[in-house]
């Protein structure tokens, strides 16, 4: 019987070992393993750089949702809203020059008065004067209580617009809320004109009811009948009169400007409130 052989037959292949890299390969190799380790260096910074990007977007997202800032629909719609815009703050030297409105709420002179003269002066001298809103009317000595031209429609405005003066003292408020109303005359004194001005403007209108009814009436009442006795006291009987510095500045009545020694201009408004102010005093 043939003997199986226990290691096979065949001659085992030998591997040659790899060749040993030459003095130019070094070079190569070197500089490749440099090259890597610039590139890596590059796409780790990249890295970190993006990740700062992406938690600083991420704070200041978190710092407006927290602080409730402007959301959208303010920012498509704050470029409708009537404003007043404040210039620097006035010199403290000198003391701010008085400048009164004469109105009727229900008057379209009022209206005209405020748009075109009125509120585009006091865009630019609002810390240069010391603004009032007053209303002209006829004291009853019947019932200890005041008529108005155009009804007690109009009295119940001039109330309303007088109670925002009273709890919103700076005019950038309560004017802009009376013009608001104004544009709309004939509306006043409908709840929802009153809601949607109060609103534009930051009033509460819960605290304008309240001013306007409390005590049967009674405030209301008494702001309106001051304001007329200042009218009158001030001998002003036209809606709308501008008055600057105690003295009649300009009137505008039946849809015209008169008695403006000055001028009826927004320009001469403002270089007249200028000149008093730069006045010694």
Known sequence: MDEKPILPTTTPTTTNPPPIPSETTNRNNSRNGRDKHVLRRILVAVCLMVMVWTLCGLDMDMDLD?????????????????????????????????????????????????????????????????????????PTNSDDGVACKHGPEECLGNIIELCAQKLYPDPKIFLGFTMCLTRNYDEIPQRSLIEDCALEHAIDFDQLNQCATKDDGALGMRLLKDSVKRSADAGVTKSCTVRLDDEIFCIRDGGQWSDCPHGSSVNDLVLAVEKLYRREN
Not at 87 to 95: G, L, Q, R, S
Not at 98 to 104: N, T
Request: negative net charge; aromatic residues 6%; proline residues 7%.
């Open 66 to 138: 927290d602080n409730d800032t402007l959301s959208e629909w303010s920012l498509l719609d704050l470029s409708t809203i009537n404003t007043i815009t404040i210039p620097p703050t006035a010199n403290a030297e000198h003391e701010p020059v008085a400048l009164e409105a004469h109105i009727m709420s229900k008057c379209p002179d009022a209206r005209d008065c405020l748009r075109e003269l009125v509120l585009p002066a006091m865009q630019r001298v609002y810390t240069k004067v010391n603004f009032t809103l007053s209303f002209i009317g006829t």
